[in-house]
C-alpha cells in the first residue's frame, strides 16, 4: 500500500512563496486524483487524475497553483502571497480513480488515502 508523504512546509514572511510536494512512497500517484487540504480537513485545492482540471478555494485562487508531474511522482501546491490566515498544517489526499480521470473531488471524505501534514506558518 502506497504511503503519501508532504514536504515543503516552512516559516516565511507574509507576502512570501512556498512550494509543497507530495509523493507516494511504494507505488504510484497516477492512479489517483489528488486534493490539498489544510487544518481541520478544509478543502485547498484539488487536480484530477489527468492533471487537465483543477479547482479552488476562493481563498487561494489566484495565488495558490496545484500541479503534478506524472514522471516525478509528485503533486505540487505553489503558495504564493501568503498570508497569516494561510497558517496550517497542510495535507496531501488521494482518491482512487479510473485511469484518465477528469474529475477533481473537494470533500475530504471521498478521498481514500490522506499523508501526514506538513507544518506551514505566516508571519506578519
Known amino acids: 500500500q502506497e504511503r503519501f508523504v508532504e514536504t515543503g512546509g516552512g516559516l516565511v514572511q507574509a507576502g512570501d512563496s512556498l512550494r509543497l510536494s507530495c509523493t507516494a512512497f511504494?507505488?504510484?500517484?497516477?492512479?489517483?486524483?489528488m486534493g490539498w487540504f489544510r487544518q481541520d480537513r478544509d478543502f485547498v485545492a484539488a487536480i484530477s487524475q489527468n492533471g487537465i482540471y483543477t479547482d479552488y478555494v476562493a481563498s487561494v485562487k489566484g495565488r495558490f497553483i496545484v500541479s503534478r508531474d506524472s514522471a516525478k511522482n509528485m503533486v505540487y501546491l505553489q503558495m504564493n502571497n501568503l498570508k497569516p490566515e494561510d497558517t496550517a498544517v497542510y495535507y496531501c489526499?488521494?482518491?482512487?480513480?479510473?485511469?484518465?480521470?477528469?474529475?477533481?473531488?473537494?470533500?475530504?471524505?471521498?478521498?481514500?488515502?490522506w499523508g501526514q501534514g506538513t507544518q506551514v506558518t505566516v508571519s506578519s
Open positions: 511504494g507505488g504510484t500517484l497516477n492512479n489517483y486524483a
Open positions: 489526499a488521494a482518491k482512487a480513480t479510473p485511469a484518465y480521470g477528469n474529475s477533481y473531488y473537494r470533500r475530504q471524505w471521498e478521498y481514500d488515502y
